[in-house]
């Protein structure tokens, strides 16, 4: 199996990088191969504040814009 790099949120301003086994797509799903992520000011409050009150909680994988191709 092979390994992803996730940021993930941890509380105000901090954030680690972990590895993680890319899972097989079930049966109904696709994989996607990441090429590129960026950040916006969304990303900037929620790593200020350290979560967002409707959308996610620490600790969680962090960022939402990417763009990448179909891997399987």
Not at 38 to 61: E, F, I, Q, Y
Request: glycine share 10%; with cysteine; proline share 8%.
């Amino acid at each position: 199996m092979k390994n992803n790099q996730v940021l993930y949120l941890l509380g105000p301003e901090s954030v680690e990088l972990r590895q993680e086994t890319i899972p097989e797509p079930a049966a109904g799903e696709v994989l996607l191969r990441l090429e590129a992520a960026t950040t916006c000011g969304t990303d900037l409050k929620v790593w200020r504040r350290g979560g967002h009150p409707t959308m996610l909680s620490a600790p969680c994988p962090f960022g939402h814009e990417m763009t990448g191709t179909l891997a399987a």
